[in-house]
C-alpha cells in the first residue's frame, strides 16, 4: 500500500515537467499574469529596500559609536526574519484600524511589495555591511589620504564594490521572490490581484492539484536561476571590464 | 607651458619627541625633526625601523601616542589640503585612470577636473592609458597612476612611502624621473626607501631610523661620506642590521 503511494507519487513528478514545459511552450495567461506580478512585486520591493540598505550597510560599515556591535548583532539575526510574523506586522500596520490603514493599501499589490522590502531589508544590509567593511580596510587611508568626507567614502565604496554587492542584491530577490507568509498575509492571494507564484503554489497544494502544484514550482525556480544567470553574465563581463 | 612654482604656505613641518606605541610594542621614540619647504628628505633604514609609521604620522594617518607635530599654518584645513601621499601598493578604484585621478580632483573641489586630470596624465606620460580600468594596468603604471593623482593636486608637500619597493629598472626610473619633476615644481618630497642607490639618487638630506629611533639626520652627501653613526655606516656598508 505504501509503495503504491510511493509509486504514484513519483510518476506525478514527469507529470508536473511536462505540465509545466505546456504551461510555459502555450503561454498560458494566467500563468504569464501570475509569474509576471510575482516579479513585478519582489522587483520593486529589491529595489526599494536597497535604495535604503545599501547606504544604511556602508554607513553602519564607517560609523563609530557606542552599541555598533549590537547594532550589528541585531541586523545580523534580523535576517532570519520569520515572514509571517512580518507579514501579521505589516497587517496591523496597514490594516483599517492601524496607524497605517488611511493608505487604503492591505490586500494590494503595494501592500506585499512593503513586507518583502521590510524582510530583505536586514539581508541587503547586513551584507552590504560586511563587504563594504571589509573593503574598507584596503580602501581606508588612500581616502582618509585624499580628505574625502564619510559620505564621499560611503559613495566610493558602494560604487567601488557594487559588482560584490550585487550579489547581497540577488540574495535579497531570492528571498523575496520565494516567499510565501507575509504576502498570503498581507495579499490575501486574491485571484487576478494579489496572486503570485508562491501564493498559487500553496493554493494548489492545499486544494490536492500538486502537479500543477509542482508545475508552478518549477516554473517559479527556472525564473529565479535565469535571473541570476543573467546578473552573473553581466557581473562577470562588468569585471572583466572594470578589474 | 612653464608650471606654476607651489609657494610654501604650511611648510616647515615641524615634528618634537614624536612617539607611536601599537599595544605594548614601542614602533617609534623620540623623533624630532624639521621638514623644509622645497627639500628632497629621504627616510632610509632596513625593514622594521619605523619608516612607514613615521610618514604616516608625519601625514596625519596615525595619530602620534607622544610628542607633537606642529605645521606653520595654524589652518587645518589647508594644511589638509596642501599634502598629499603615495603608498607602496597604491589603491586603484574600480574605474578608468582618468576617472581615478578626477576622484582626487573632485574630492577636493577642484573646479576643471577633467582638464586637471587629463594634463596630470600627461606629465606621466599615461594620456593613452586614460579610459582603460585603472585596476587592469602593471604595478608600475599603477604607480604612475597615483602619482599623477597626487601630483593633481598640486600638493605642497608629498610624502611617498617606498613608491619603488616591488617595481623593476625600468618602472624605478619613470617613477623617480616623476618625482624629481614635481620637486622641481616646488613640492617638498618626504619619501621612505630602502635602497641606498635611490638615497643617493634623490636625497638632499637623510633621515635615518633605526629599531624606531631617528639615529641620523644629515645632508645626504655628509650622510654617504662621514656617517656619524655605526648602525649608519653598518647599513652603508651593506652589513645586515636587525
Known sequence: MQACRYTARMQEIPQSLALAL??????????LSIAGLS??????????????ALPFGAW??????????????????????????????????????????????????AAMMVAQAVLIFPIIAA???????????????????????RSQCMRALLWDMRFTLSTAVLAGFGRAIAEVGAVMIVGGNIDGVTRVMTTAIA??????DLPLALALGMVLITMVVLINLAAQLIKSAAMKQHG | MAE?????????????????????VTVLSDVSLVIAPGSRNIVLGPNGAGKSVLMRLLHGLLTPT?????????????VRRAQAMVFQRPVMLRRSVRENVEFALQVAGHADVRRAAEAALDRVGLVQLADRAARLCSGGEQQRIALARAWALQPEVLFLDEPTASLDPAATRAIEETIAAIHAQGTTIVMTTHDLGQARRLADRVLFLHRGRLVEDTPAKVFFQLPHSLEASAFIRGELLW
Open chain 1, 60 to 109: 553602519l560599515a564607517l560609523a563609530r559609536f557606542p552599541g555598533r556591535q549590537g547594532v550589528i548583532a541585531l541586523l545580523n539575526g534580523m535576517m532570519g526574519l520569520p515572514p509571517v510574523v512580518v507579514g501579521l506586522l505589516i497587517y496591523l500596520l496597514l490594516s483599517r484600524a492601524g496607524p497605517l490603514g488611511a493608505l487604503g493599501i492591505l490586500f494590494t499589490p
Open chain 1, 127 to 149: 551584507l552590504a555591511r560586511q563587504v563594504i567593511e571589509d573593503a574598507w580596510g584596503e580602501y581606508r587611508e588612500q581616502l582618509v589620504s585624499f580628505n574625502a568626507t
Open chain 1, 22 to 31: 505546456g504551461l510555459l511552450s502555450s503561454l498560458d495567461g494566467t500563468l
Open chain 1, 203 to 208: 493554493l494548489e497544494t492545499s486544494k490536492g
Open chain 2, 66 to 78: 607622544r610628542g607633537t607635530l606642529r605645521w606653520s599654518s595654524a589652518d587645518g584645513l589647508a
Open chain 2, 4 to 24: 606654476a612654482i607651489i609657494p610654501p604656505r604650511v611648510l616647515p613641518l615641524t615634528a618634537e619627541h614624536l612617539g607611536f606605541r601599537a599595544g605594548n
Open chain 1, 39 to 52: 516579479m513585478r512585486v519582489s522587483g520593486v520591493a529589491v529595489v526599494a529596500a536597497s535604495l535604503l
